[in-house]
């Protein structure tokens, strides 16, 4: 993912777009992904800072930190991006330098790194952040993360605290984001199946889609065949419906894009066994006699429920 891509988002769909990508991290990791997310959208501002968006680079990691250096890094060690930043000193005092910040291919990389960087960097024998893998109360893995030196601010760690309880991001902690459906495709958050403009994200495992989903009102889970399985839509199938044109096309599939059987209804009452979402209609419905096959489909807009 390139942080471009979170650039024109509301706070609310740029969380639920990255919410997986911590999760996933966290299950790599074993640091909680309700804290890194919430050190992202404070160092990002929801991935959309001048770091973020030249660079990829969403945590404020610096070329150099301490001194340190540590095993997985995914930097590739020489690119680089100059700006000046703040720093604030221990008396409390606010002091602007120019420093050479880390660029990265992919938003990815810099989760990855961050991760790394906690893991691995050291404070003479110690490692700087001992204790935060498996940390499982966010509140005092962010303390962690603040006594290590991860960040000068003095109000660090209620900063974090603050967003996490916002967005409820303990939401996308890896042990409340097992349950669902884990597939080789791919579930798809969309307003419908047609409107691919609309999708919010694409996703291998139901529990992660969902959560989209619900920050996204209005928006459905598809699954790879096209079925919206969440949330669940209630249709009262079968029902009579009323045709009052002559040659309303009977189609192979629930859209224009779908090829036309030669067909037509007719004028008459039909039995629908199912509604789908499709192109060309607001909804479409499986003539009865078409069910074993599933091939004709006729647009619900010509036809009045009875």
Known sequence: MQASSLKNLSEAEAVAKIGPLFTANQKTTGILACVSMAQFILESGYGKSELAQNANNCFGMKASLSG???????????????????????????????????????????????????????????????????????????????????????????????????WNLTQYDAAKASEGTVISGWYRVRKNWQNAASQKGAFHDLAYAKQCADANPCYFVYDPAGKAVYPEVKVNCPYAVRVSISDLNIRKGPGTNYAKTGQHTGKGVFTIVEEADGEGATRWGLLKAYAGKRNGWISLDFAKKL
């Open 68 to 166: 340190n250096s540590w095993s997985g890094s995914s930097w590739d060690g020489k690119s680089v991006y100059t700006k000046k930043t703040q720093e604030q000193n221990d008396d409390g005092s606010m002091v602007t330098i120019t420093a050479d910040f880390r660029k990265y291919s992919c938003v990815e990389d810099s989760i990855a790194d961050h991760a790394a960087y906690l893991l691995g960097a050291m404070n003479g024998s110690k490692k700087r952040y001992e204790g935060l893998a498996g940390c499982t109360e966010y509140k005092k893995a962010a303390q962690l993360i603040k006594d290590g030196g991860y960040a000068t601010s003095h109000t660090y760690v209620q900063n974090l605290c603050s967003i996490i309880e916002r």
